[in-house]
Nanobody, 121 residues
Framework: QVQLVESGGGLVQVGGSLSLSCAAS????????MGWYRQAPGKQRELVAT???????NYADSVKGRFTISRDNAKNTVYLQMNSLKPEDTAVYYC???????????????WGQGTQVTVSS
């Protein structure tokens, strides 16, 4: 069974930094895109950043220049370095990955359990 396990997050003051990591485990044939989404109270889940296996990235305008996504394909792990954090970055952050399990010819969308990021002013 494929799982995404997140770590990191927590409470930080405005202007501070946090890092998140997400590791995919299980019997995996291949992983296409990996990335991060977030959901603040009362709002819809939104894209934060994604990274394709080839290295191309996509960022939400609100985090460009402050957040950096990176990936270790050998470890099936994606990271998110968050700098210059603002109160509006407060949300539950979810890891997402497009994974093709071994022996299955279909790609599936997997989600982590979510990790809270709180930025205090």
């Amino acid at each position: 069974q494929v799982q995404l396990v997140e770590s990191g997050g927590g409470l930080v003051q405005v202007g501070g930094s946090l890092s998140l990591s997400c590791a995919a485990s299980g019997i995996i044939f291949n992983i296409r895109a990996m990335g991060w989404y977030r959901q603040a109270p009362g709002k819809q889940r939104e894209l934060v950043a994604t990274m394709h296996s080839g290295g191309s990235t996509n960022y939400a305008d609100s985090v460009k220049g402050r957040f950096t996504i990176s990936r270790d394909n050998a470890k099936n792990t994606v990271y998110l370095q968050m700098n210059s954090l603002k109160p509006e970055d407060t949300a539950v952050y979810y890891c997402n990955a497009e994974i093709r399990p071994l022996g299955i010819g279909t790609w599936y969308d997997y989600w982590g359990q979510g990790t809270q990021v709180t930025v205090s002013s």
